[in-house]
């Protein structure tokens, strides 16, 4: 994936966030959050990661449980230990066989600005 513009932000496994979090670079997140996360550069998310989140970035990669809303512009990888319960918006798709999803999909249709 592409960088960000901004630093890297790291959210480690055994580290809970709850609120808002906003930055302009890249997140890899394997912790536990809650509330809303913004990305202007790429989220990843870890497989030992727990998310009660909506989700916005450019371009995503998830491998651990996610529940809420997300809305990624350009592409959004799924791997085969990801389970997703929620709304995914995306430009592009990828779904490795395990993974699992429960919401409803829209592609082709970037986050509005």
Same mark, same amino acid.
């Given at each position: 994936?592409?960088?960000?513009?901004?630093?890297?932000?790291?959210?480690?496994?055994?580290?809970?966030?709850?609120?808002?979090?906003?930055?302009?670079?890249?997140?890899?997140?394997?912790?536990?959050?809650?509330?809303?996360?913004?990305?202007?550069?790429?989220?990843?998310?870890?497989?030992?990661?727990?998310?009660?989140?909506?989700?916005? $970035?450019?371009? /995503?990669?998830?491998? !651990?449980?996610? +529940?809420?809303? %997300?809305? @990624? &512009? #350009?592409?959004?990888?799924?791997?085969?230990?990801?389970?997703?319960?929620?709304?995914?918006?995306?430009?592009?798709?990828?779904? $490795?066989?395990? /993974?699992?999803?429960? !919401?409803?999909? +829209?592609?082709? %249709?970037? @986050? &509005? #600005?």
């Amino acid at each position: 994936m592409a960088k960000g513009s901004g630093a890297d932000t790291i959210i480690a496994k055994g580290v809970e966030m709850n609120g808002e979090l906003r930055v302009d670079g890249n997140i890899f997140i394997d912790g536990d959050v809650k509330g809303t996360v913004i990305s202007q550069g790429d989220l990843n998310i870890g497989s030992e990661a727990k998310i009660e989140a909506n989700l916005q $970035a450019k371009n /995503a990669i998830v491998a !651990g449980v996610l +529940r809420g809303t %997300v809305e @990624i &512009s #350009e592409r959004l990888e799924i791997l085969e230990t990801a389970e997703i319960t929620g709304d995914i918006t995306a430009g592009v798709l990828s779904v $490795a066989g395990g /993974a699992t999803i429960n !919401g409803t999909i +829209r592609m082709g %249709v970037g @986050i &509005s #600005e």
